[in-house]
């Protein structure tokens, strides 16, 4: 039964014949601010798909875009075809169905033999299917915008898959062509054993998940132009304000913000309008610049939580770190109220915000409106996570680190020592 609460253009999908006369449509599974998700078969075949209708044609458009980039990478979303009415905002996209995401998977194992979580080898291939399909985003120079275990979808096989392109952009050089097609980066390990038996998701074998080495794109060229990308040639970007997930715990750095007019309250407020997400586009289109207002909360990187409208792929490094973590832990690293808040619990871990330990930070549009309370101790990634090996915390600082250009990317993160080693 469908128990969510109907948008205000729900049901347009019902009235569309280019769409029944292809598709069964049983019930709907997901809603979302500018989405609903419904869960059809295709007559032609009986497959189970998802028919994801897009009520904002920005969105749907950035959606397809990037999956029609990206078809062919193994751990992506596959899209079948869509649906676009030129006299409609909205648009169809019919995509692979699955029944769970990694958000889920996390829970069940939180839930599950008091919170044991997963053995080494299980985290190891959940972070491997991730970083493949990150990695198959940023080889075509996509940024997602939006990583968190809820956008990683599962199969019941255990095969994950990056979903949910609509913040995702296109950002790469005048001249520089993403790869017309997607092989996805070598990989040496087999990793097959099997799942906790209160879980319902089987774990892939590395034929499934992990495709033998097909060929990748020149080393040489990626990383040039991973370089120039940090000088951030800024494009053109019109963005709502998506959904933010706030935490429920309370802050950890004390912040001081500088006066204004309205106070600090009214300050941060603005932030989450959509009259204020409605003006920011409109500068935006003068500007040609990106919007900080993308990603959610508890994931998003500090450069964004700063204002920044000059960033780059690694926004997505630190929200994989940050995902990384959750695997480890079974709980998010930072579970922030706020925007205030969230940089409050990452100073709290990382230590102080300065030229330091993040040159240039002092340009970024909302630094001189946010200070906080010099930190002599930070908590540190090993406190955060004390039931962790020193290789898995490890791991977590060449993501989780202030300065965009010191974060690991993920061809780096996938040749890391960690996932070489065994489990």
Not at 46 to 73: N, P, W
Not at 200 to 217: K, L, R, V
Not at 220 to 238: A, G, H, S
Not at 371 to 396: A, H, L, T, W, Y
Request: aromatic share 8%; glycine share 6%; hydrophobic share 35%.
């Amino acid at each position: 039964m469908d128990t969510h609460p109907p948008s205000e253009k729900s049901w347009t999908i019902h009235t569309r014949p280019e769409i029944t006369a292809k598709y069964q449509i049983l019930d709907r599974v997901g809603s979302a601010a500018y989405a609903d998700v419904y869960r059809g078969r295709r007559l032609s075949d009986d497959v189970t798909v998802a028919l994801k209708e897009v009520h904002d044609a920005r969105s749907a458009l950035r959606e397809i875009e990037a999956l029609r980039v990206l078809q062919g990478s193994q751990n992506v979303v596959v899209m079948h075809e869509f649906f676009w009415n030129d006299d409609d905002e909205d648009a169809v996209i019919v995509l692979e169905f699955f029944r769970t995401d990694l958000a889920a998977v996390i829970a069940e194992a939180a839930a599950a033999a008091g919170g044991r979580g997963f053995d080494v080898g299980e985290v190891k291939r959940w972070m491997m299917q991730v970083l493949s399909g990150v990695d198959a985003c940023h080889r075509n120079m996509i940024v997602h915008r939006d990583l968190k275990p809820s956008n990683f979808l599962v199969s019941d096989h255990g095969v994950l898959k990056l979903a949910h392109f609509g913040q995702a952009r296109i950002i790469m050089e005048p001249g520089f062509d993403s790869t017309e097609e997607n092989p996805p980066p070598p990989y040496e390990h087999d990793y097959t054993s099997s799942v906790p038996e209160s879980s319902s998701i089987e774990h892939p074998s590395s034929s499934e998940a992990f495709p033998h080495d097909q060929g990748t794109i020149n080393h040489e060229e990626y990383f040039r132009v991973l370089e120039e990308m940090k000088t951030k040639n800024t494009i053109y970007d019109t963005d709502k304000d998506p959904n933010i997930q706030d935490g429920n715990t309370s802050c950890l750095a004390t912040c001081t913000t500088s006066n204004t007019d309205d106070g600090d309250d009214d300050l941060w407020k603005a932030s989450l309008t959509f009259e204020a997400a409605e003006e920011e586009e409109r500068r935006n289109e003068l500007d040609c610049c990106l919007t900080p207002r993308v990603g959610t909360r508890w994931y998003k990187a500090p450069e964004l939580l700063y204002g920044s409208t000059d960033y780059g792929l690694e926004v997505d490094l630190w929200s994989l770190g940050c995902i990384f973590a959750e695997l480890l832990t079974l709980k998010p690293l930072f579970p922030g109220t706020s925007d205030i808040d969230q940089l409050s619990r990452i100073v709290s871990v990382l230590g102080n915000i300065d030229g330091e330990s993040w040159p240039g930070c002092s340009k970024l549009p909302d630094h001189a409106t946010m200070s906080f309370g010099n930190v002599e101790r930070p908590i540190g990634f090993e406190e955060c996570m004390k039931n962790c090996g020193k290789d898995q915390v490890s791991m977590i600082k060449k993501l989780v680190c202030y300065d965009p250009a010191r974060r690991a990317t993920t061809m780096e993160m996938l040749h890391d020592k960690f996932f070489s080693e065994e489990p």
